[in-house]
């Protein structure tokens, strides 16, 4: 049987229909009322999902409700979730997976909006009880309802995420929701794959209510039948959008006039086109069908306006679903479902991860404060440690700066600021240390100094807590030599900024345990990172990779290259910020250093530039010290470009000096190359995981699909070819490496075999 009662607290309602995932109950005894209750639970699954088998079983439902309203025999009919933490997570991707042509998936959006249409006209009010995670075409079910209902549980998000897939909302999101929230405040949700909480739901005008999330689902019935009247006569019941940024009070006073309105979808397409650069359709296309739509606030369309407008989505959906941008999309979808299953160890190997409760960081500079800043974040409780107070006060006041960014874009509250900035407890000594679970080390970027602090770590902390090592480039197995237990530590090398980049590298040392991987491994995922373990290696992957790229745009600076021609070039192929940007954005002598180190290991192929040398040499550290290839004001804000930085380098600049085609080729041909070496190497176990490090920690175009499904679309022996003749014009770093040779004599690819 569908549907625990675990869902109603103390009620006991009356079973009177079942299937396999949906289970009717009538709570008319219990409330004096003709109140029912429809639950939606997939057996043996942790989700609720749209899939095929649940979209055959709706029918039915309906036929059986509808009847059940014909003979009034239903006052209102509530939504549940049989999930915890889940109402509907959305459609099953799967489905997606199998669409052939467009034709296929216009049809298969049309069955959709014929579903969801039957739900919206049936003779009761529906009211969806969110109490979880309420995506995509589960937010669509809610939007078709009545009313929507939200638990204050943090696990309790609504909205509208397609675009991230490459596609636009395909059961009717994009008609639905504008009625509901408003033209600009819809726009805003759907371009930016918003999800709100219970609280903003509401002053976004898409929930009716939020509730306590202790006995939701009871309090839930309770408010149905306190509105039931106001929900059988069609009483809007929700409060105006009060989101504010384009929507509130100013986009719904400008949506009531077609110059307001053209106003907004101008505005809108203005701000997607200055952020897709032209590589994402879907933004773009869900614009379009919301303004052919017409659809004004407040107003549901029903039969042929409904039918055409749906009809119009649809087509969107359909041409979209089969691009090549939304397969690689989806396709990240996947990857990153994949670590949340995982548990970061090779297949058939178990161990039992600790949960972390309380953490401890050790130094208070940037990576360290920032670390500390992300376990305040999620609430856990964090003892940052440095030798001074002057550092912990700059890393304290790190933290709260970017708690006070998420106050003012009212992400948290002001009770919530203050409660985040508590669990940062700044001490100049171990003290306490005894209670923590795991232990994070981010302090100077020194072997000998490392080793010293973790051996004298080990002495105050438990024999079951973790230790990790915040590197970029130092060896986790030398380190390991300095410890009496080097089977609990790893390496966590986070990405900067921290709160803002989504990769962890984990590093397995030489004697690192199942245990202690798997213990980082999920600890990245519950601060709400996506983690790879990765060999302990010269570089470990990014950095390996992500060094030849901006070596070789150096190169080509030096070669006469201009620096705006170069950041131009990967910005249009997709990069989140060209390759010289990049360097200064790592720090100049940040990105000499790893450079030096990968030389040191790998020889001639890895030989850096001098050009960054220089610089350090002159006092140009980058963004930090608002010297670098560009300069930065004291914010940090890149200003203006200036051209002195020439005279600096000892560059001459031309034009047209190396063609645009080159300039990519040798910027993305050289880390394909690597990246073959490095799977050869067992550095990172697939294909995939280079090509998820890749996007997550170095922002390579997703819509690419990464870096080495972007090869394949290229193919081996072209890349060879092309290797080859690089290598005769400028050298050994160009020669292709013996895994890429043999995968073109084989005519495969990374991921085709």
């Given at each position: ?456 770590l080990e002495g105050y902390v438990r024999p079951d807590c973790v230790l990790a090592s915040n590197t970029s480039s130092l060896s986790i197995s030398k380190m390991q030599e300095a410890l009496k237990h080097p089977e609990r530590f790893v390496g966590m090398h986070f990405f900067n900024p921290v709160h803002k980049m989504p990769l962890v590298e984990v590093i397995r040392g030489d004697k690192s345990s199942d245990e202690a991987v798997s213990t980082i ?233």
């Open positions: 049987m569908s549907g625990s009662f675990r869902c109603y607290d103390s009620l006991m309602p009356t079973q009177i229909h079942s299937t396999p995932h949906f289970t009717l109950f009538d709570h008319s005894d219990e409330l004096n009322a003709k109140i029912h209750t429809l639950v939606f639970d997939t057996p043996n699954e942790k989700v609720n999902k749209l899939s095929k088998k649940v979209v055959e079983e709706f029918p039915p439902i309906l036929d059986r409700l509808e009847a059940l309203g014909k003979d009034g025999k239903i006052d209102a009919l509530v939504l549940v979730s049989g999930k915890t933490g889940n109402f509907i997570a959305g459609a099953d991707i799967e489905m997606f997976v199998q669409l052939k042509t467009a034709e296929e998936a216009v049809q298969l959006s049309s069955s959709g909006h014929q579903l969801f249409a039957r739900w919206e006209d049936l003779p009761f009010p529906t009211i969806a009880a969110v109490d979880g995670a309420c995506l995509g075409g589960g937010c669509e079910l809610a939007l078709a309802s009545s009313a929507i209902v939200m638990s204050n549980d943090s696990a309790a998000r609504i909205g509208l995420p397609e675009v991230m897939l490459g596609i636009v909302p395909g059961t009717g999101g994009c008609i639905r929701l504008p009625q509901k929230v408003g033209l600009a405040t819809a726009l805003e949700l759907i371009l930016q794959s918003k999800t709100l909480n219970g609280d903003r739901a509401v002053r976004a005008g898409l929930a009716e209510v939020c509730l306590p999330k202790q006995e939701f689902q009871t309090s839930a019935l309770r408010w149905v039948k306190t509105n039931l009247k106001a929900l059988k006569e069609g009483q809007r019941l929700a409060k105006e959008p009060k989101l504010g940024g384009s929507g509130g009070l100013f986009g719904g006073m400008m949506e009531k006039t077609p110059m307001g309105r053209a106003l907004i979808f101008s505005q809108a397409k203005k701000g997607v086109l200055s952020k897709i650069k032209g590589h994402y359709p879907a933004p773009l296309e869900a614009i379009d069908v919301i303004h052919d739509a017409g659809v004004c606030y407040g107003e549901r369309l029903r039969g042929k306006a409904r039918d055409q407008a749906m009809a119009r989505e649809a087509q969107a959906f359909g041409k979209l679903a089969v691009t090549e941008v939304s397969r690689n999309l989806v396709r990240l979808f996947f990857l990153t479902e994949g670590v949340k299953k995982s548990k970061g160890l090779p297949a058939g190997k178990t161990a039992e991860a600790h949960k972390v409760k309380t953490a401890g960081v050790l130094g208070a500079g940037v990576m360290g404060g920032g670390i500390a800043q992300l376990l305040a974040d999620k609430n856990i409780e964090a003892r940052m440690k440095d030798l001074n107070a002057n550092a912990l006060t700059l890393g304290v006041q790190a933290a709260a700066g970017i708690f006070k960014k998420n106050l003012q874009r009212k992400k948290i509250n002001r009770r919530e600021f203050q409660q985040k900035l508590n669990h940062i407890a700044p001490v100049l000594d171990f003290g306490g240390f005894l209670s923590t679970d795991a232990v994070i080390e981010a302090i100077v970027e020194n072997l000998d100094v490392k080793k010293k602090v973790l051996a004298e491994f999920q600890f990245s995922k519950q601060l709400g990172k996506t983690p790879i373990v990765v060999k302990d290696a010269p570089g470990f992957l990014v950095n390996r990779l992500l060094m030849p790229y901006c070596n070789e745009a150096a190169n080509m600076l030096a070669e006469g290259v201009p620096i705006e021609d170069l950041d131009r070039v990967m910005l249009a192929f997709g990069m989140p910020m060209g390759p010289i940007e990049l360097i200064d954005e790592v720090g100049i002598d940040v990105g000499a250093k790893v450079a030096h180190i990968l030389h040191d290991a790998f020889g001639e192929r890895m030989q850096p530039s001098a050009l960054n040398d220089k610089l350090v040499k002159e006092g140009y550290l980058g963004k930090k010290n608002g010297k670098g290839f560009y300069p930065y004001d004291a914010k940090q804000r890149r200003q203006e470009f200036d051209p002195k930085i020439y005279e600096v380098l000892g560059v001459s600049p031309k034009r047209g000096a190396v063609s645009d085609d080159e300039i990519r080729e040798r910027c993305v041909l050289i880390m394909i190359n690597e990246a073959s070496r490095c799977l050869a190497e067992g550095v990172v176990a697939s294909a995939a995981e280079v090509d998820l490090g890749m996007i997550m920690g170095t922002g390579f175009p997703p819509f690419r699909g990464g870096l080495l499904r972007y090869a394949d679309t290229i193919g081996a022996q072209t890349i060879v070819k092309q290797l080859s003749e690089y290598a005769k014009r400028l050298g050994a770093r160009f020669a292709p490496a013996d895994p890429l040779v043999v995968m073109a004599q084989e005519s495969r690819g990374f991921y085709k075999a």
